[in-house]
């Protein structure tokens, strides 16, 4: 069985914390809205991560140019998809821009939209 790893664990360099945090700011900002849930889920996770605003600015600055970075180990990969389909479901509704960056992330990491709909699925409480 495998076992259970927090983020703080699986991301243990300052470097893997911003590109997952980058990754979370892409897709919050993908519907052009940051809607009150995502901002706080963002705050929640930078904090949980030890991110200051100073860390984190480059990224929301330069937003335009920025694209998904893809982590090395599978156990990362796929939480960092978790969260990204968390990011998606904070405000309540699946925009396409949103699930089209999830699809674009889990096909990069090998998954198929099967499983991407059923991990919506299991984070939604089944909706």
């Given at each position: 069985?495998?076992?259970?790893?927090?983020?703080?664990?699986?991301?243990?360099?300052?470097?893997?914390?911003?590109?997952?945090?980058?990754?979370?700011?892409?897709?919050?900002?993908?519907?052009?809205?940051?809607?009150?849930?995502?901002?706080?889920?963002?705050?929640?996770?930078?904090?949980?991560?030890?991110?200051?605003?100073?860390?984190?600015?480059?990224?929301a600055d330069n937003l335009s140019?920025?694209?998904?970075?893809?982590?090395?180990?599978?156990?990362?990969?796929?939480?960092?998809?978790?969260?990204?389909v968390q990011m998606m479901l904070?405000?309540?509704?699946?925009?396409?821009?949103?699930?089209?960056?999830?699809?674009?992330?889990?096909?990069?990491?090998?998954?198929?939209?099967?499983?991407?709909?059923?991990m919506i699925k299991q984070l939604?409480?089944?909706?």
């Amino acid at each position: 069985m495998q076992e259970e790893r927090s983020i703080e664990s699986l991301l243990d360099t300052q470097q893997k914390k911003l590109a997952f945090f980058q990754n979370l700011i892409l897709l919050a900002a993908a519907d052009g809205i940051l809607e009150n849930d995502e901002g706080r889920f963002l705050l929640d996770i930078g904090n949980k991560l030890g991110l200051a605003p100073e860390d984190v600015m480059p990224i929301a600055d330069n937003l335009s140019v920025l694209s998904f970075i893809i982590p090395s180990e599978g156990m990362q990969k796929t939480m960092e998809l978790q969260t990204l389909v968390q990011m998606m479901l904070e405000d309540g509704k699946i925009h396409d821009r949103e699930y089209a960056l999830c699809l674009d992330y889990a096909h990069r990491i090998g998954y198929g939209k099967d499983i991407l709909n059923d991990m919506i699925k299991q984070l939604s409480g089944g909706k």
